[in-house]
């Protein structure tokens, strides 16, 4: 029986890539996977789950699980688990598996790694790599509950290809009691972008307190547009309310690691790199030549992003 | 009503960390320490229900060493009305601490749990929802506005998520974790922080409760993160354009 248990995540009846990661990190323990499906009619994600090489993939579908809400999610996945006596449980690092993992670990009496950065294997011992102190230490730490959870660095590990093969999808009938949950869902503000999603973009532009307002953002889009990048923040810009919640860059929001990142007016305090120092390379715009973004950026060009930004829109037209 | 509110003792957020050449942890000499921020905003929540017109009182619980109870006196002088300061001197992981915290509501018996969203140390994001499991209460966790509703048995709270805002009504007792957009938390003055010093503030010994905080995780070393290598400053547009395209190639 497969030893690890992944809970792959969809939206819109879509699979979710960061997913592909914890394949990924899951194969590095060996011993085959099985993925869990949550939601009302998902049979389809599981059949597009179903390429990626599981030993099976596991659907729990009904009414009860239309929305998520926690407490019935971690109760249908706990019963799995017992059923199939999986030994790790793995997720991406996303808002959903960091509020719900945790949910299922405290049923087990067991230990969890959060964000995990590599699976160093070496025979039947498994120590999980994850940053503390907003990824200024890389802490080594095994689990020594007989089952095992963590939550997986999308960043840090590939997506898995598909295996060629096709795993059998099965139903599982958890008994999940909605009347139990004292939970009522009421309603998903969806942020609605056309851009790519920032956690998955080849190029990720960023404005910080410097951008000064929205009009300083509509400047970063226009560069957007032009590269197909996604927009990304930091909390000063959030908290300003010039963007939304979900677009802030660090140790408390997105981690990022596109090929290109441009930070706009971001000086660089250590939670905002904790988010996007993985990136390939790094732009710095930024008008204090002290600003410690320079530290970790590539090229860093000391300007006022007001005039930088359209200098580099035409540069670009004028390259292409 | 009763909230009671976390309140971790940390490293400040904005000191330089460094590991130790050892790997054996990190470097503390030196090292200033301060409330988690994510707690210091639940304090702050709890305040300002109560400040909503709602009687309450505010306990607020600390699991650390002895020193904690500044932390916990910062609570204090914010407004929370008394500490509970649990002494533990060894490693322990989230495990422990939902444990030692279940305990507590057992006894406090609050009628809601606000802590922080993830220790700013650890980065763990895990205690607040192993505490509800254990409870088998609600969790709305990474709460950004809390509401409460149903003449106060229940709380609409509006929670932070991937691609949006997300909300949910729980009933109480209930925890909720904070996450950064909640409130911006007040300073305490210098009239508060002379009255938090005459407030209880209890030790409780660890061992005294009677429950097993046996870690699930077991350290094994520190490391340095990869740094990266030092980039060049670009004296203009026209040069990033260039080294964009034809050195990194990613133009
Ligand atoms: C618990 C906690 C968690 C946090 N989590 C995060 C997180 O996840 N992500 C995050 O980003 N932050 C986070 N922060 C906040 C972080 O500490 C910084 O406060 C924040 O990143 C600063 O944002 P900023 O760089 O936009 O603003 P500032 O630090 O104010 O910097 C603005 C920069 O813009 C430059 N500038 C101004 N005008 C111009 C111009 N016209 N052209 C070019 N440059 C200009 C300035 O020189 C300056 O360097 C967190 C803080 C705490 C306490
Ligand atoms: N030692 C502690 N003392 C008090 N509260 C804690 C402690 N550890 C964790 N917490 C609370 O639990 C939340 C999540 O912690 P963590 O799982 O360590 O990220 C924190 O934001 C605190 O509110």
Not at chain 1, 57 to 79: H, L, S, T, W
Not at chain 1, 86 to 112: H, N, Q
Not at chain 1, 198 to 208: F, K, M, P, Q
Not at chain 2, 186 to 193: D, L
Request: charged share 25%.
């Amino acid at each position: 029986m497969a030893k690890v248990l992944i809970i792959a995540e969809h939206s819109k009846g879509q699979i979710k890539k960061a997913t592909l990661s914890s394949v990924t990190a899951a194969n590095k323990i060996g011993g085959g996977f099985s993925l869990v499906v949550l939601g009302k009619d998902v049979k389809g994600v599981a059949d597009a789950y179903a390429k990626f090489g599981a030993e099976k993939v596991f659907v729990i579908d009904g009414d009860v699980f239309k929305n998520y809400i926690a407490e019935n999610y971690a109760e249908a996945v706990a019963q799995l688990i017992k059923a199939q006596n999986f030994e790790f449980v793995f997720g991406s690092a996303t808002a959903f598996t960091k509020d719900l993992i945790p949910r299922i670990a405290a049923k087990f009496d067991a230990g969890m790694a959060s964000e995990v950065l590599a699976v160093e294997v070496s025979g039947s011992d498994v120590v999980f790599a994850r940053p503390m102190w907003a990824g200024n230490a890389i802490a080594h730490i095994k689990i020594t509950s007989p089952v095992k959870f963590a939550t997986i660095r999308a960043t840090e590990f590939d997506h898995a290809k598909e295996s060629g093969a096709v795993s059998p999808v099965e139903n599982f009938a958890a008994n999940v009691d909605p009347a139990k949950a004292k939970v009522e869902y009421l309603e998903f503000a969806e942020t609605k972008s056309e851009r790519p999603e920032l956690t998955e973009a080849r190029v990720v532009i960023s404005g910080g307190r410097g951008a000064k307002g929205p009009e300083g953002f509509k400047m970063i889009e226009e560069l957007a547009d032009l590269l197909n990048a996604a927009i990304g923040a930091s909390r000063a810009a959030v908290d300003s309310g010039w963007v939304p919640n979900d677009l802030q860059v660090g140790q408390t929001g997105k981690i990022v690691a596109p090929e290109l990142y441009i930070a706009c007016g971001i000086s660089g305090a250590i939670q905002h790199i904790a988010g996007m120092k993985g990136s390939k390379v790094i732009v710095a715009i930024n008008k204090d030549e002290e600003a410690p973004i320079f530290q970790v950026a590539d090229y860093g060009l000391v300007a006022d992003m007001f005039k930088a930004i359209p200098e580099l829109v035409s540069a670009i037209k004028a390259s292409r | 009503m009763k909230i009671l509110v976390t309140a971790k003792r940390v490293t400040d957020p904005d000191m330089k960390i460094k590991v130790k050449p050892d790997g054996t942890g990190i470097v503390t000499d030196g090292m200033n320490y301060k409330i988690n921020p994510f707690c210091e905003i639940a304090v702050e929540e709890a305040l300002r229900i109560r400040e909503k017109g709602n009687q309450a009182e505010i306990v607020v619980v600390g699991i650390g060493p002895k020193e904690a109870a500044t932390e916990l006196r910062t609570a204090l002088a914010m407004g929370a009305d008394r500490a509970i300061l649990v002494l533990i001197d060894k490693y322990y992981d989230s495990t422990v601490v939902a444990k030692i915290l279940k305990k507590i509501v057992e006894e406090e018996k609050p009628d809601l749990i606000l802590t922080g969203k993830q220790a700013v140390d650890d980065d763990s994001n895990q205690a607040s929802q192993m505490l509800a499991a254990l409870l088998g209460y609600p969790q709305a966790c990474f709460a950004s506005k809390i509401e409460l509703t149903d003449g106060g048995k229940k709380a609409k709270v509006t929670r932070e998520v991937d691609g949006g805002l997300e909300t949910i009504q729980v009933e109480l007792p209930a925890i909720v974790s904070a996450d950064l957009r909640l409130n911006e938390p007040r300073y305490p003055t210098v009239p508060n922080i002379l009255k938090a010093k005459k407030k209880p503030l209890k030790e409780v010994p660890v061992d005294s409760l009677g429950i097993d905080v046996t870690p699930k995780t077991e350290f094994v070393k520190m490391t340095e993160p990869p740094t990266r290598k030092a980039g060049i400053k670009v004296p203009d547009v026209a040069t990033l354009v260039d080294k964009l395209k034809n050195e990194s190639k990613v133009l």
